[in-house]
């Protein structure tokens, strides 16, 4: 095992058949839209899900979480008795995702080594988070990997393989092929290879050279978390109760941020339960600059723009929490998507807003020099392109 590079192979679960059904997108998608996830559960039926091994976070505020985890480990302990799953030991698994607008991604599902992350501030790990870490999020996720038999990826960590000298160079001709399938619900296609022992040895050679260019010994940044942070913190909160071997590591997806179907898009923010008039007048009297980073607004009762200096989710984000503090039954919502974002602006006693945001090409020196981004800035690709879950692994 290469100790510089917390990246490795792991012993990977793939269901046996049915991976139409099996597949589905990550549980913090559509979280204001319930008829996405109850058209899954439709699709669905009776069969074998990594949808019932999930809690889509859309349920979280529902009431009935201890109801719904003991039934998610039930389903997981039940999966494995019935020997759903064929495991690939020792192993590295080559997605290739096929975009819904026909480009394609591709990653590389391993094990990431949890004692080289931390998402506290200050900290100089060698997997670092992009933006701020809600620290009310991670209990809840706890309790429902506390105890929980198996883990299901939807975690993208991103390198800075400028010279697309690692993933992209694995040739797909001589690898076992484990799965070729259309995921449900307008997420496009997805193929899986399995990595032979030649091709783990070539990766793992060529991260170790990306190390060595990653900064000097105490300020190295080798991966950055893309998608999927607060359940990286939440593997490392729940590791630190169960000690286990298995619990040392996380699965997740390695993406080099210069692949050319890697988009950063901005989450934007719909406010509900507000007095959008009263509202607007607090926003127009805080931003009353003539130019700058546009920031548009939309509501039932008007639309229009106000300039912000800074990056300008930060700034709105200040702006909200403030407003929120001051007016507790106000609620904010981190929407994937503008048409989605104004439909939901569109609610009574809503407003929505829509805004640029940080390039990729800027992510890894901005984190370098500034630290995390704030909560929710961007997100890579929009909500049908995020990851779905295939592979599995056992974490007790």
Known sequence: MNNKVPFHSADILLPKSGFEKWACIACDQFTSQREYWERAYEIVGDAPS?????????????????????????????YL?????????????????????GRVRRGLVGAFRLEDYSFEKGAKPLIRPTEGTVLSRIPPRVNIRRDAALELPHIMVLMDDRDREIIEKIDTAKLEKLYDFELMLGGGHIAGWLLDKNSQSLVMTKLEKLYEKSGVDGDRLLFAVGDGNHSLATAKAAAEISGTEQSRFALAELVNIHDEAIDFEPIYRVLFNVDVRDFLAKLKAAF???????????????????????????????????????????????IHGIEATKKLAMSPNAIGFIYGGISKSELFDYVRENGILPRKTFSIGHAEDKRYYVEARKIR
């Open 81 to 101: 008795n019935d020997d759903l799953f064929r495991e690939y030991r020792d192993a590295m698994v080559l997605v290739e995702r096929r975009l819904s607008d």
């Open 288 to 334: 009353t600059f003539a130019e700058g980073k546009r920031v548009d607004y939309m509501s039932l009762e008007e639309e229009g723009s106000v300039y912000v200096n800074g990056l300008e989710s930060d700034v709105l984000q200040q702006f909200i929490d403030d407003y929120i503090e001051a007016n507790p039954t106000a609620q904010v919502d981190y």
């Open 50 to 78: 990594a949808l019932k091994l999930v809690f889509p976070e859309v349920y979280l505020e529902d009431g009935d979480a201890p109801s719904r985890i003991a039934k998610i480990n039930r389903s997981m302990e039940q």
